[in-house]
């Protein structure tokens, strides 16, 4: 396999992965589980699916490298910051208008890649970039109904989860400089988050109990594994990847759940809008990946 298309299988797959995940837990809030609940779930299942993996992948020395905080600051601010203010946008501006502000994500990981890690960013990045996006707006603005009862300081909100996204993956590339290895960067960041997020739900206000005979705690549980999973081959692709390739592509996860949710979970319909966003992403990503 070419070295210049690795990192975009990966981050497609990454990209498939995190919307299998999101889809699960639909199916886990649909079944009575309240998010909170659920998202501690996730983040714990996906933390505990890296530990039982331990004995084979980790390497004990990285802990003694001065580079393993760097992960334990990705861990506190992603998921755990990122998914509460998206959380709090799609409160204040509902989920449409909030996950298109959300799309600015490859804006950011282009920026910072540039600013901040000195890639290379050419009029094929540029251009698959900004298709990306156009599709991502594409799709929104089928359901997308502007209205003035939200704050305008509420559209920082998704905008501000898109930047620590873009800030997490910049800072796991380069931690992972000096420990090349994407298993310990979410074996870090998830049991940091993990941390927070139970604490978190414990502090706030006491949880209901989990109602495990229901069933739908185990749909989080399983959609822990698919975003460990996801994160292992992110932080993969940034390892092998310019940020600039990786964070566009990353953006294709919505075009995956609707895809999943119209062939397997049966949420959506197919429509010409969607045909449409989906050759633009395709075209979009072909492009990335013929850059030199």
């Known amino acids: 396999m070419h070295s210049d298309f690795l990192p975009i299988l990966l981050t497609l797959c990454s990209a498939f992965l995190f919307a299998l995940g999101g889809q699960l837990q639909s199916r886990g809030l649909a079944s009575g589980t309240n998010s909170r609940s659920g998202t501690a779930l996730s983040i714990s299942s996906a933390a505990l699916c890296y530990w039982l993996v331990s004995p084979i992948m980790l390497d004990p020395s990285h802990f003694l490298n001065s580079a393993v905080f760097i992960f334990v600051l990705v861990g506190i601010f992603r998921p755990s910051l990122s998914a509460n203010l998206s959380v709090a946008g799609i409160k204040y501006l509902g989920p449409t208008l909030s996950s298109t502000m959300s799309s600015t994500t490859p804006v950011f990981g282009a920026i910072l890649g540039i600013w901040l890690l000195g890639e290379l960013f050419n009029w094929q990045i540029g ?8 599709a991502i707006l594409l799709l929104s603005s089928a359901k997308l109904k502007l209205t003035s009862d939200w704050p305008i300081w509420a559209l920082f909100l998704p905008i501000g989860a898109a930047l620590i996204r873009a800030l997490a993956h910049v800072f796991s590339k380069i931690g992972m400089e000096d420990i090349p290895d994407p298993y310990f960067v979410g074996l870090i960041g998830f049991s940091v988050s993990a941390l927070i997020t139970v604490l978190s739900l414990q502090i706030k206000r006491p949880s209901e109990p989990i109602a495990w005979r229901s069933g739908s705690p185990y749909w989080f549980v399983i959609a822990g594994f698919a975003f460990g999973a996801s994160i292992f081959t992110l932080n993969h692709a940034l390892m092998v990847g310019q940020l600039t390739i990786v964070a566009p592509i990353i953006a294709t996860t919505p075009f995956f759940s609707i895809l999943l949710s119209i062939l397997i979970f049966k949420h ?10 989906i050759c633009i992403v395709v075209s979009s990503v072909v492009l990335i990946g013929i850059n030199r």
């Open 127 to 134: 251009l698959g970039t900004l298709g990306i996006i156009s």
């Open 268 to 277: 959506e319909q197919f429509s010409l809008r969607l045909l449409g966003a």
